[in-house]
């Protein structure tokens, strides 16, 4: 590709006009002191001699400049062809330095994005293969005790089958959660908008969810009695899911005898707002900028022993922003959470 020269003719203009001034100055000296003024005469002097500097100045400029700038654009251009290079080149120092630094910045910026992004690669992956390190070897180690000589028991034949049946239910519920993040995050989200009523669907996830929160004494409640339906716009099984995950971690880090809190509230006129509130252990600031990460947990061992894909607000995050409402979260370590979506109001 040709490159395009920006001409300028400031300086130019300027070391011409002071050569001639000075010139046509010390002209007038001369012709004062020896000879009559001809003013005509100084004029074309003056003249003359300011478009011979000018053109002499400009083709210095043009062949001695403008090679070396234009070096340091092809040198720059090496890191990026697409950057600099189709831009004019220009002599002026200040502009130079602004498309440079401005280069130099990007580069600088999209380093950082690049070992962000290898490092979330890289937790990522040492996520994922002990994700599904975890059952695969609970699976493998009970039947390799199978193998071993304990198919003779029945009794514990079938104690270890049914353990390894767990193991194996957690490594599909990790990957089916694989596909689905995949799916989320490649836009692939295929939302199927209906008209339900959104007390009745947490209503659901209550009786799904009632024996997991009897385990830990945990109270599944509204904030208030709501006896008319509140009917929203959205996809109904994706909202459920949203409200399964909300709920669900609120009962794996809630505390015994603690309560989750499920509200429902006017926000705009065609809005309202979802909040899923307990008292469980909270969570410091410094993880909540990074809760809808994919596998990412607060409590690296805690989190583990409870079980789980570690893909639930990951999730959650895509399937609210897949409908273009907003997720919130309000945390305070040791007294309790609150996570909180938008969603569209029917009438």
């Known amino acids: 590709m040709a490159i395009k020269f920006k001409k300028t003719y400031k300086f130019a203009l300027k070391s011409a006009l002071y050569v001639s001034l000075f010139s046509m100055g010390f002209l007038f000296i001369l012709t004062f002191l020896f000879y009559q003024i001809n003013w005509l005469f100084i004029l074309l002097f003056g003249i003359s001699v300011f478009l011979f500097c000018f053109f002499v100045i400009q083709y210095r400029v043009e062949r001695f400049i403008y090679r070396r700038v234009k070096k340091i654009y092809d040198d720059v251009s090496l890191l990026d062809s697409t950057t600099l290079r189709n831009q004019p080149i220009t002599t002026d120092m200040a502009t130079l330095t602004k498309e440079v630094k401005k280069f130099a910045t990007d580069k600088k910026l999209e380093i950082e ?28 180690g009970y039947i390799s005790t199978l193998l071993d000589g304990a198919m003779s028991d029945k009794t514990l034949r079938k104690k270890y089958l049914e353990r390894a049946e767990k193991g194996v239910e957690r490594l599909i519920y990790i990957v089916k959660d694989l596909d689905m993040i995949t799916k989320l995050e490649t836009g692939d989200l295929n939302l199927e908008y209906s008209i339900f009523d959104i007390v009745e669907l947490v209503k659901n996830v209550f009786d799904l969810l009632e024996m997991r929160a009897t385990k830990k004494n945990i109270t599944l409640t509204f904030d208030t009695k709501y006896p008319n339906p509140i009917y929203v716009n959205a996809d109904q099984e994706k909202i459920q899911q949203v409200v399964t995950n909300l709920v669900m971690n609120s009962i794996k880090y809630g505390r015994d005898g603690g309560t989750t809190e499920v509200s429902i509230e006017n926000l705009v006129k065609n809005k309202l707002i979802v909040r899923v509130t307990d008292n469980g252990e909270g969570i410091q600031k410094q993880h909540i900028p990074r809760l ?20 639930g607000l990951a999730i959650v995050k895509h399937i609210i922003e897949g409908h273009n409402e907003k997720i919130y979260v309000e945390s305070q370590f040791g007294v309790g959470s609150e996570f909180s979506f938008t969603l569209e109001k029917q009438k």
């Not at 994005?113 to 493998?140: A, I």
């Not at 809808?292 to 893909?311: H, I, Q, T």
């Open 292 to 311: 809808f990460e994919r596998f990412y947990r607060v409590d690296k061992s805690g989190a583990r022993s409870e079980g789980g894909s570690g893909l």
């Open 113 to 140: 994005t690049l070992k962000v992004r290898e490092e979330y690669r890289r937790e990522f992956l040492g996520n994922v293969s002990h994700e599904l390190k975890t059952p695969l070897f609970t699976v493998q």
